[in-house]
Protein backbone atom coordinates (compact mmCIF):
# COMPACT_ATOMS: atom_id res chain seq x y z
CA UNK A 1 0.00 0.00 0.00
CA UNK A 2 3.03 2.34 0.51
CA UNK A 3 4.01 2.23 -2.55
CA UNK A 4 0.82 2.87 -3.99
CA UNK A 5 0.18 6.24 -2.01
CA UNK A 6 3.86 7.16 -3.35
CA UNK A 7 2.71 6.62 -7.15
CA UNK A 8 -0.27 8.32 -6.15
CA UNK A 9 1.80 11.36 -4.96
CA UNK A 10 4.73 11.31 -7.32
CA UNK A 11 1.83 11.47 -10.55
CA UNK A 12 0.13 13.96 -8.93
CA UNK A 13 3.43 15.87 -8.13
CA UNK A 14 5.18 15.20 -11.31
CA UNK A 15 1.77 15.85 -13.41
CA UNK A 16 3.61 17.97 -15.88
CA UNK A 17 6.73 16.09 -16.43
CA UNK A 18 4.56 13.55 -16.87
CA UNK A 19 2.04 14.31 -19.57
CA UNK A 20 3.10 13.08 -22.44
CA UNK A 21 1.20 15.37 -24.84
CA UNK A 22 2.48 18.96 -23.25
CA UNK A 23 6.17 17.04 -23.37
CA UNK A 24 5.92 16.29 -27.33
CA UNK A 25 4.06 19.31 -28.40
CA UNK A 26 6.58 21.79 -30.04
CA UNK A 27 7.20 24.54 -28.63
CA UNK A 28 7.08 26.51 -32.33
CA UNK A 29 4.17 24.38 -33.71
CA UNK A 30 2.08 27.38 -34.84
CA UNK A 31 5.10 29.44 -36.42
CA UNK A 32 6.59 26.18 -38.27
CA UNK A 33 2.85 24.89 -39.37
CA UNK A 34 2.07 28.78 -40.80
CA UNK A 35 5.53 28.29 -43.00
CA UNK A 36 4.52 24.85 -44.20
CA UNK A 37 1.60 26.46 -45.00
CA UNK A 38 3.08 29.26 -46.67
CA UNK A 39 5.57 27.16 -48.76
CA UNK A 40 2.84 24.76 -49.63
CA UNK A 41 1.15 27.50 -51.21
CA UNK A 42 4.57 28.31 -53.46
CA UNK A 43 5.17 24.58 -54.68
CA UNK A 44 7.40 24.19 -52.65
CA UNK A 45 7.51 21.00 -50.35
CA UNK A 46 8.88 21.75 -47.09
CA UNK A 47 8.53 19.59 -43.76
CA UNK A 48 8.15 21.46 -40.56
CA UNK A 49 11.45 21.24 -38.09
CA UNK A 50 9.66 21.39 -34.73
CA UNK A 51 11.64 22.16 -31.47
CA UNK A 52 10.71 20.49 -27.85
CA UNK A 53 11.19 22.05 -24.37
CA UNK A 54 13.79 19.78 -22.46
CA UNK A 55 12.20 17.76 -19.84
CA UNK A 56 15.46 18.16 -16.86
CA UNK A 57 13.43 15.99 -14.03
CA UNK A 58 12.03 13.26 -16.21
CA UNK A 59 14.82 10.59 -15.33
CA UNK A 60 15.08 11.47 -11.70
CA UNK A 61 10.85 10.49 -11.60
CA UNK A 62 11.84 7.18 -13.83
CA UNK A 63 14.45 5.91 -11.34
CA UNK A 64 11.83 6.92 -8.39
CA UNK A 65 9.18 4.88 -9.54
CA UNK A 66 11.32 1.93 -11.61
CA UNK A 67 12.41 0.88 -7.67
CA UNK A 68 8.38 0.60 -6.55
CA UNK A 69 7.03 -3.05 -6.12
CA UNK A 70 3.68 -4.08 -5.66
CA UNK A 71 1.45 -6.70 -3.92
CA UNK A 72 0.39 -9.72 -5.57
CA UNK A 73 -3.31 -8.41 -5.19
CA UNK A 74 -5.90 -7.14 -8.04
CA UNK A 75 -5.01 -3.45 -7.18
CA UNK A 76 -1.41 -4.39 -6.77
CA UNK A 77 -1.46 -5.78 -10.16
CA UNK A 78 -3.49 -2.90 -11.60
CA UNK A 79 -0.40 -0.41 -9.64
CA UNK A 80 1.99 -2.49 -11.54
CA UNK A 81 0.97 -2.34 -14.95
CA UNK A 82 0.73 1.65 -14.23
CA UNK A 83 4.07 1.65 -13.15
CA UNK A 84 5.38 -0.31 -16.29
CA UNK A 85 2.88 2.46 -18.72
CA UNK A 86 4.24 5.00 -16.74
CA UNK A 87 8.09 4.37 -17.42
CA UNK A 88 7.53 3.53 -20.93
CA UNK A 89 5.63 6.74 -21.35
CA UNK A 90 8.73 8.56 -19.88
CA UNK A 91 10.88 6.46 -22.14
CA UNK A 92 8.59 7.77 -25.47
CA UNK A 93 9.48 11.07 -24.24
CA UNK A 94 12.99 10.58 -23.76
CA UNK A 95 13.14 9.73 -27.56
CA UNK A 96 11.77 12.91 -29.15
CA UNK A 97 14.81 13.18 -30.91
CA UNK A 98 15.49 9.72 -32.00
CA UNK A 99 12.27 9.12 -34.75
CA UNK A 100 12.76 5.33 -35.06
CA UNK A 101 12.95 4.67 -31.32
CA UNK A 102 10.12 7.40 -31.09
CA UNK A 103 7.65 5.56 -33.48
CA UNK A 104 8.42 1.87 -31.85
CA UNK A 105 7.93 2.85 -28.63
CA UNK A 106 4.89 4.61 -29.38
CA UNK A 107 3.35 1.34 -30.89
CA UNK A 108 4.18 -0.32 -28.10
CA UNK A 109 1.94 2.25 -26.06
CA UNK A 110 -1.07 2.95 -28.23
CA UNK A 111 -0.77 0.41 -30.93
CA UNK A 112 -1.41 1.10 -34.71
CA UNK A 113 -4.51 1.03 -36.77
CA UNK A 114 -4.88 -2.75 -38.08
CA UNK A 115 -6.38 -3.46 -42.26
CA UNK A 116 -9.81 -3.61 -41.10
CA UNK A 117 -9.72 -0.59 -39.51
CA UNK A 118 -7.85 1.39 -42.21
CA UNK A 119 -10.69 -0.20 -44.46
CA UNK A 120 -13.44 1.26 -42.36
CA UNK A 121 -11.31 4.53 -42.40
CA UNK A 122 -11.74 4.81 -46.05
CA UNK A 123 -14.93 3.80 -46.49
CA UNK A 124 -15.92 7.16 -44.03
CA UNK A 125 -14.26 8.92 -45.68
CA UNK A 126 -15.71 8.61 -49.00
CA UNK A 127 -19.06 8.49 -47.89
CA UNK A 128 -20.74 11.51 -50.00
CA UNK A 129 -23.50 12.50 -47.72
CA UNK A 130 -23.45 16.21 -46.95
CA UNK A 131 -22.23 17.76 -43.61
CA UNK A 132 -24.39 20.08 -42.05
CA UNK A 133 -23.19 23.26 -42.71
CA UNK A 134 -22.40 24.74 -39.65
CA UNK A 135 -20.32 28.54 -39.65
CA UNK A 136 -17.30 28.45 -36.91
CA UNK A 137 -19.08 31.44 -35.60
CA UNK A 138 -17.49 31.14 -32.40
CA UNK A 139 -13.85 32.22 -30.78
CA UNK A 140 -12.19 30.40 -27.44
CA UNK A 141 -13.37 32.97 -25.44
CA UNK A 142 -16.88 31.49 -25.98
CA UNK A 143 -15.79 28.04 -25.15
CA UNK A 144 -14.12 29.25 -22.11
CA UNK A 145 -17.34 30.50 -20.55
CA UNK A 146 -19.68 27.62 -21.45
CA UNK A 147 -17.25 24.93 -19.99
CA UNK A 148 -17.51 27.08 -17.12
CA UNK A 149 -21.06 27.34 -17.02
CA UNK A 150 -21.05 23.29 -17.25
CA UNK A 151 -19.00 22.37 -14.81
CA UNK A 152 -20.93 24.75 -12.26
CA UNK A 153 -24.16 22.98 -13.05
CA UNK A 154 -22.15 19.36 -12.08
CA UNK A 155 -20.69 21.71 -9.41
CA UNK A 156 -17.40 20.27 -10.67
CA UNK A 157 -14.47 22.41 -9.25
CA UNK A 158 -12.41 22.39 -12.70
CA UNK A 159 -10.52 25.39 -14.03
CA UNK A 160 -10.64 26.27 -17.51
CA UNK A 161 -7.61 27.56 -19.48
CA UNK A 162 -6.76 29.34 -22.97
CA UNK A 163 -3.70 27.78 -24.53
CA UNK A 164 -1.82 29.72 -27.61
CA UNK A 165 0.69 26.54 -28.40
CA UNK A 166 -1.99 23.26 -29.02
CA UNK A 167 -2.09 20.99 -31.53
CA UNK A 168 -5.83 19.62 -30.50
CA UNK A 169 -8.60 21.66 -30.10
CA UNK A 170 -9.29 21.04 -26.50
CA UNK A 171 -7.71 18.89 -24.07
CA UNK A 172 -8.94 17.74 -20.51
CA UNK A 173 -6.03 17.34 -17.80
CA UNK A 174 -7.39 15.21 -14.88
CA UNK A 175 -4.39 15.31 -12.78
CA UNK A 176 -4.71 19.16 -12.34
CA UNK A 177 -8.34 18.97 -12.78
CA UNK A 178 -8.12 21.61 -16.47
CA UNK A 179 -9.69 21.86 -19.62
CA UNK A 180 -6.95 23.50 -22.00
CA UNK A 181 -8.90 25.11 -25.38
CA UNK A 182 -6.95 26.48 -28.20
CA UNK A 183 -7.04 30.03 -28.13
CA UNK A 184 -6.16 29.79 -31.82
CA UNK A 185 -9.38 28.37 -32.91
CA UNK A 186 -12.77 29.19 -33.81
CA UNK A 187 -15.76 26.69 -32.81
CA UNK A 188 -19.34 25.99 -34.27
CA UNK A 189 -22.52 25.82 -32.65
CA UNK A 190 -22.08 21.91 -33.18
CA UNK A 191 -18.96 22.00 -31.99
CA UNK A 192 -19.57 23.49 -29.01
CA UNK A 193 -22.60 20.93 -28.10
CA UNK A 194 -20.49 18.13 -28.63
CA UNK A 195 -17.59 19.29 -27.29
CA UNK A 196 -19.96 19.61 -23.90
CA UNK A 197 -20.65 15.67 -24.50
CA UNK A 198 -17.15 14.52 -24.86
CA UNK A 199 -14.89 16.59 -22.78
CA UNK A 200 -17.22 17.29 -19.98
CA UNK A 201 -19.46 14.82 -20.00
CA UNK A 202 -17.47 11.94 -20.36
CA UNK A 203 -13.83 12.84 -19.52
CA UNK A 204 -14.66 15.19 -16.50
CA UNK A 205 -16.75 12.76 -15.33
CA UNK A 206 -15.15 10.07 -15.59
CA UNK A 207 -12.21 11.88 -13.91
CA UNK A 208 -14.08 13.41 -10.93
CA UNK A 209 -16.03 9.73 -10.49
CA UNK A 210 -12.09 8.37 -10.12
CA UNK A 211 -11.69 10.94 -7.67
CA UNK A 212 -14.59 9.78 -5.50
CA UNK A 213 -12.08 6.56 -5.44
CA UNK A 214 -9.31 5.43 -2.32
CA UNK A 215 -7.20 5.18 -5.51
CA UNK A 216 -5.77 8.26 -7.90
CA UNK A 217 -5.58 6.03 -10.92
CA UNK A 218 -9.58 6.01 -11.07
CA UNK A 219 -8.77 9.48 -11.80
CA UNK A 220 -5.31 9.99 -13.58
CA UNK A 221 -6.01 7.25 -15.90
CA UNK A 222 -5.12 2.96 -16.26
CA UNK A 223 -2.56 1.75 -18.15
CA UNK A 224 -4.20 1.64 -21.93
CA UNK A 225 -7.50 3.04 -20.70
CA UNK A 226 -6.90 5.97 -23.72
CA UNK A 227 -9.06 3.80 -26.39
CA UNK A 228 -11.86 3.19 -23.62
CA UNK A 229 -11.67 7.13 -22.77
CA UNK A 230 -12.21 8.64 -26.11
CA UNK A 231 -13.99 5.97 -27.60
CA UNK A 232 -16.51 6.25 -25.26
CA UNK A 233 -16.70 10.15 -26.00
CA UNK A 234 -17.29 9.46 -29.02
CA UNK A 235 -19.74 6.82 -28.41
CA UNK A 236 -21.75 9.84 -26.17
CA UNK A 237 -21.53 12.15 -28.85
CA UNK A 238 -23.44 9.39 -31.20
CA UNK A 239 -25.91 8.77 -28.03
CA UNK A 240 -26.51 12.64 -28.61
CA UNK A 241 -27.02 12.89 -32.34
CA UNK A 242 -24.10 14.95 -32.48
CA UNK A 243 -21.74 12.42 -34.23
CA UNK A 244 -22.20 13.82 -38.06
CA UNK A 245 -20.37 12.36 -41.02
CA UNK A 246 -17.93 15.57 -40.40
CA UNK A 247 -16.79 14.62 -37.22
CA UNK A 248 -16.39 11.12 -38.03
CA UNK A 249 -14.61 11.91 -41.45
CA UNK A 250 -12.18 13.41 -38.82
CA UNK A 251 -11.04 10.66 -37.01
CA UNK A 252 -11.06 8.32 -39.95
CA UNK A 253 -8.65 10.38 -41.36
CA UNK A 254 -6.75 10.35 -38.19
CA UNK A 255 -7.14 6.78 -38.65
CA UNK A 256 -5.10 7.01 -42.31
CA UNK A 257 -2.88 9.31 -41.47
CA UNK A 258 -1.79 6.89 -38.74
CA UNK A 259 -1.26 4.52 -41.30
CA UNK A 260 0.51 6.76 -43.96
CA UNK A 261 2.88 9.09 -41.32
CA UNK A 262 4.48 5.18 -40.47
CA UNK A 263 5.97 5.71 -43.93
CA UNK A 264 5.81 9.04 -45.46
CA UNK A 265 6.69 12.54 -44.62
CA UNK A 266 4.55 15.26 -43.26
CA UNK A 267 4.36 17.12 -46.54
CA UNK A 268 2.93 13.42 -48.28
CA UNK A 269 0.88 13.08 -45.56
CA UNK A 270 -0.73 16.94 -45.85
CA UNK A 271 -0.65 15.96 -49.27
CA UNK A 272 -3.33 12.74 -49.37
CA UNK A 273 -5.19 14.54 -46.43
CA UNK A 274 -5.64 17.44 -48.39
CA UNK A 275 -7.79 15.29 -50.62
CA UNK A 276 -10.70 14.89 -47.97
CA UNK A 277 -10.23 17.75 -46.05
CA UNK A 278 -9.75 21.86 -45.56
CA UNK A 279 -6.26 22.95 -45.65
CA UNK A 280 -6.43 23.71 -41.73
CA UNK A 281 -8.06 20.78 -40.45
CA UNK A 282 -5.16 18.51 -42.86
CA UNK A 283 -2.84 20.46 -41.49
CA UNK A 284 -4.16 20.00 -37.74
CA UNK A 285 -4.71 16.18 -38.61
CA UNK A 286 -0.93 15.84 -39.54
CA UNK A 287 0.56 17.91 -36.73
CA UNK A 288 -1.15 16.05 -34.41
CA UNK A 289 1.15 12.66 -35.17
CA UNK A 290 3.59 13.91 -36.77
CA UNK A 291 4.24 15.93 -33.00
CA UNK A 292 7.14 14.20 -30.85
CA UNK A 293 9.31 14.19 -33.96
CA UNK A 294 12.07 16.81 -34.35
CA UNK A 295 12.53 16.72 -38.31
CA UNK A 296 9.21 15.23 -39.80
CA UNK A 297 10.24 14.85 -43.34
CA UNK A 298 11.47 11.39 -41.50
CA UNK A 299 9.01 8.41 -41.25
CA UNK A 300 7.15 7.72 -38.31
CA UNK A 301 5.08 9.58 -35.86
CA UNK A 302 2.79 9.50 -33.04
CA UNK A 303 0.39 6.83 -32.95
CA UNK A 304 -2.10 7.56 -30.48
CA UNK A 305 -4.93 9.05 -32.86
CA UNK A 306 -6.12 6.12 -34.15
CA UNK A 307 -7.85 5.16 -31.09
CA UNK A 308 -11.12 7.73 -31.38
CA UNK A 309 -12.33 5.54 -34.52
CA UNK A 310 -11.53 1.91 -32.88
CA UNK A 311 -12.52 3.00 -29.10
CA UNK A 312 -15.81 4.00 -30.48
CA UNK A 313 -16.01 0.76 -32.73
CA UNK A 314 -15.53 -1.28 -29.65
CA UNK A 315 -17.49 0.13 -27.47
CA UNK A 316 -20.64 0.33 -29.99
CA UNK A 317 -20.04 -3.87 -29.69
CA UNK A 318 -19.27 -4.00 -25.98
CA UNK A 319 -21.16 -1.39 -23.99
CA UNK A 320 -24.95 -2.71 -22.90
CA UNK A 321 -27.16 -1.66 -18.84
CA UNK A 322 -24.88 -3.67 -16.92
CA UNK A 323 -20.98 -2.72 -18.05
CA UNK A 324 -22.13 0.94 -18.76
CA UNK A 325 -22.09 1.93 -15.05
CA UNK A 326 -18.49 0.35 -14.43
CA UNK A 327 -17.27 2.57 -17.29
CA UNK A 328 -17.78 5.61 -15.47
CA UNK A 329 -15.92 4.35 -12.33
CA UNK A 330 -13.12 6.51 -13.75
CA UNK A 331 -10.55 6.53 -15.95
CA UNK A 332 -10.98 2.97 -16.87
CA UNK A 333 -10.46 0.62 -20.13
CA UNK A 334 -12.88 -1.90 -21.16
CA UNK A 335 -9.90 -4.65 -20.33
CA UNK A 336 -10.17 -3.56 -16.54
CA UNK A 337 -13.86 -4.33 -16.21
CA UNK A 338 -13.53 -7.46 -14.46
CA UNK A 339 -11.27 -6.52 -11.86
CA UNK A 340 -13.02 -3.44 -11.27
CA UNK A 341 -16.00 -5.11 -11.08
CA UNK A 342 -14.32 -7.55 -8.05
CA UNK A 343 -12.90 -3.89 -6.64
CA UNK A 344 -16.72 -3.57 -6.37
CA UNK A 345 -17.29 -6.56 -5.17
CA UNK A 346 -14.87 -6.32 -1.98
CA UNK A 347 -16.59 -2.79 -0.81
CA UNK A 348 -12.62 -1.29 -2.04
CA UNK A 349 -14.08 1.11 -4.45
CA UNK A 350 -18.00 2.71 -5.07
CA UNK A 351 -20.21 2.93 -8.06
CA UNK A 352 -20.58 6.60 -9.60
CA UNK A 353 -22.74 9.00 -8.26
CA UNK A 354 -22.23 10.65 -11.78
CA UNK A 355 -23.35 9.06 -15.52
CA UNK A 356 -23.56 10.45 -18.88
CA UNK A 357 -27.27 10.37 -19.63
CA UNK A 358 -29.90 11.87 -22.21
Same mark, same amino acid.
Given at each position: MDCIKKLDELVTLYSDELDIIKNITPVNLNQENEKFLELFHKNCEYNPQYIYEVNNKIDKIYNK????????????????????? $???????????????????????????? =?????????????????? $?? =????? =?????????????????????????? %???????????????????????????????????????????????????????????????????????????????????????????????????????????????????????????? $?????? =? %????????????????????????????????? %??????????????????????????????
Amino acid at each position: MDCIKKLDELVTLYSDELDIIKNITPVNLNQENEKFLELFHKNCEYNPQYIYEVNNKIDKIYNKIAEMTFADSIIGRIYSSYKDY $ILNSIKLMNSINNVESFTSKSISLFGKP =DKDLINKAFKILKDDRTA $IV =DTCSF =DANFLYDTFIKELEKYRFKWKVELID %TMSSKVAVDAVNKTIYINACVKFSETDIKRLLVHEIGTHVVRAENGSQQPYLIFENGFPNSIETEEGLATYNESKANLLDIRTLKIYAGRVLAVDWCLNNSFYNVFFELSKYFEEKEALRIVSR $IKRGLT =D %TSCNGGFTKDFVYLNGYYKIKKYINKDNEILLY %TGAIGIDDIDNVSRLVELGEITLPRNIFNI
